[in-house]
């Protein structure tokens, strides 16, 4: 089924660039000039994503969160938006954003993010048992309550340590590089090096109990980067 994006963005070249490129990737693009029509249309399109400018004329976009917020906790909701201070960062993910992405910003970048959170409703969406569930040896991910349980006993995780654990159990089988993990996880605009990913691999394989010398779940893909074998 394709997946409906709500854009409401008040800059007219944005948005048209925004409905290209998004309705280019295959999604179903709606927009809203301002944050009346765009809360009227969250309400009646019923869209599986938003993506909302902050300054927006009329409703503000932090006001159009709020309202959105309040009558769906499930729609994941993506700030793109100029103001990029720490306070405006913090104010929008506290009324419920799910991420926030500063202008100018790139298009590779967004469709990434946009993605992440989509896979992440996707899974939130699956019912019944054994449904959104990842298990490996004495492991098992939940991605629905964002959990790892080893041995029946929950492991407390970072929320990045999850979200890479959540991608690799995703994606079983493929290899795939430091930088395409920091992309996909931290996002392009990371400041940091592939050692990141590294450490991070390390901390993951202690969580859930992988020897640390012979891997059998977090392989290391020699000269290229890792795989995740269930």
Known sequence: MTEKILVVEDD???LRGLQLNLSVEGYLVRSAPDGETGLRMARTEQPDLLIVDLTLPGLSGLDL??????ADEDIPILIVSAKGQEGD????????ADDYVVKPFGLKELLARIDAALRRR??????GPGKGLKRFGRAEVDLVAHRLTVGGTVVSLTAREFDLLAFFAMHPGRVYTREQLLGAVWGSRYIGTPR????????????I???AEKPRYL?????????FNP
């Open 65 to 70: 969160i709020r309202e959105v917020r309040a």
């Open 209 to 211: 109990g992988d020897d």
């Open 89 to 96: 960062k913090v104010h929008g993910l506290a009324l419920g």
């Open 196 to 207: 990141t990913v590294d450490n991070f691999v390390v901390r993951l394989r202690a969580h």
């Open 12 to 14: 007219a070249s944005i």
């Open 219 to 227: 392989e290391t893909v020699r000269g290229v980067g890792y795989r």
């Open 122 to 127: 996707r899974a939130r969406g699956e019912t």
